[in-house]
């Protein structure tokens, strides 16, 4: 029961309340009175009976005395006219049985022993009392009477009372629900105006409030309350509002900062190509038709110049790529890594190149992403491991996949000259180098672009190593195709 009164409603538990303090008042009263009676009733018996036991002790006295046994049964006989009268009995002084009354067929006068009992005994009331005459006791008399009218009294009086008690029950009932009404009333109006303002959002409703004590308080709160809210949420609004406003300005800003962006993009792609072939076709015409009228110290720096030129055509090159790949759109599909892996690998076999080269691919693997993009990554990650291991004895490249929870991590790694894990900050910026150009050519854009990549297709990318003992490249994917 104690389970379920949590899921009564509050009216249901006023008027529960209500009505089991009271009926366990009326109960309690009720109980009471009647163990008061009983104990009145039985105090009233035993003095009745002790009245009657010395009218008749006094009667019999002087019968006793001269054995008059005819005097004493009509003294006896007198008692049938009381019903409560079990059994009456005479004794002389010697304790024999003179004369008896017994409303029971063949009764017997008990001995009048130490060991006869006297009072309330199961359900009779015994009494023993001497009959004296001038203080001389000459004989006794014992009396026993029937509690039957006891307890018929008791019934009467239990069978009374429970009625009384059932009436002012049903009294307190009708008056438990008009006080339960009193008291309930004004939180189920409140929580029912609470429901409406959840499920309306409407924060201009208002409970109604009645009286001054502390349901009306309560009702008063609960409306300041409401009122604080409807005021700041109209402010959110505004707020709302104003934020849409500008985000709305900051994004007209950004679309005109990509159009500047890629009318640069363009810019740089075509205005400035064009100086650089005409400078690289100028050097290439000015070796081959006048090389022979330069000195050693004018043909080092015409080699300059070509190298030069070359190396910012790589960077527009690069810097085109890191451009796409941050403003394309993303066609995800599921790809079969190892064998894109395979491909640019033959690419880079293909490269004038004597090291002897040992490229190992898990085969079987596969991801979801835009396979341009990723193609772009893993050409960067590939030649990289390529490029920094071409000064060992032999070239080891390794590509391998394992399946971290909801993500799969591709590792990529060489046994190139590694570097130093201080400058790990800077390994994905673009344009930051962490070896010389006279050790290993490069741009310094394609880590960065590696990084963006991975960035749009919501995964991560990290790197280990340690100088003179190669590099490990690990990049995680998610497993399913929800990158957007």
């Given amino acids: 029961m104690m389970g379920r009164w949590r899921y009564w409603r509050l009216k249901t538990k006023l008027l529960f309340l209500t009505l089991f303090t009271s009926a366990l008042g009326i109960t309690l009263v009720c109980a009471s009175l009647i163990f008061v009676e009983n104990q009145n009733y039985r105090k009233q018996l035993e003095s009745e009976l002790h009245v009657i036991a010395g009218i008749l002790a006094e009667q019999s006295a002087a019968a006793l005395v001269f054995e008059d046994n005819e005097q004493l049964s009509s003294i006896i006989t007198s008692l049938k006219r009381i019903d409560t009268i079990r059994q009456a009995c005479v004794y002389n002084q010697q304790g024999d049985v003179m004369t008896s009354l017994s409303g029971r067929p063949q009764g017997q006068c008990p001995s ?38 006891l307890r018929g009294h008791i019934r009467t009086f239990v069978s009374v009372a429970s009625g009384i008690g059932a009436v002012i029950l049903i009294a307190l009932v009708f008056l438990a629900l008009r006080l339960q009404r009193i008291v309930s009333e004004p939180i189920l109006k409140l929580s029912e105006t609470a429901e409406r303002i959840a499920q309306d959002h409407d924060y201009s409703i208002r409970a109604p409030v009645s009286g001054t004590d502390e349901l009306g308080r309560l009702g008063n709160t609960f409306n300041e309350m409401i009122s604080t809210i409807q005021q700041q949420n109209r402010r959110i609004l505004e707020s709302r509002d104003s934020l849409e406003r500008i985000v709305e300005a900051r994004t007209s800003e950004l679309s005109m900062a990509n159009r500047e962006l890629e009318a640069f993009s363009y810019s740089v792609s075509h205005d400035l190509r064009q100086p650089l072939r005409a400078v690289e076709g100028f050097g290439q015409a000015l070796e081959e038709d006048c090389g022979d009228q330069l000195n050693e110290i004018g043909k080092d720096y015409l080699k300059r110049i070509r190298a030069a030129s070359v190396r910012m055509a790589g960077l527009i090159d690069g810097l085109l790529v890191l451009s796409r790949v941050s ?22 076999q293909d490269i004038s190149d004597d090291v002897p080269t040992e490229i190992l691919i898990q085969p079987g693997m596969w991801v979801v992403g835009d396979s341009r993009m990723l193609r772009v990554a893993f050409q960067n990650l590939m030649a990289n491991a390529w490029k920094y291991s071409a000064k060992e004895d032999k070239r080891i490249v390794e590509v391998l996949s394992r399946r971290e929870g909801r993500w799969v991590a591709i590792e990529v790694r060489d046994n190139g000259v590694g570097f130093d894990m201080r400058y790990i900050d800077k390994l994905f910026v673009a344009f930051n180098r962490l070896h010389t150009p006279s050790e290993f050519g490069g741009t310094g854009i394609g880590l960065a672009t590696v990084y963006r990549v991975v960035r749009r297709h919501h995964g991560d990318i990290s790197a280990t190593s340690q100088l003179g003992e190669g590099a490990s490249f690990v990049v995680k994917l998610p497993v399913s195709g929800d990158q957007g």
Avoid at 327 to 348: C, F, G, P, W, Y
């Fill in 327 to 348: 403003r394309q759109s993303m066609e995800n599909q599921t790809i079969d890594l190892s064998q894109m892996l395979e491909e640019i690998a033959e690419e880079l």
């Fill in 112 to 149: 009048v022993g130490s060991s006869l009992e006297v009072g309330f005994v199961g359900d009779v009331y015994q009494l023993l009392m001497p009959v004296t005459l001038d203080n001389e006791v000459v004989g006794q008399l014992f009396l026993s009477s029937h509690l039957e009218v």
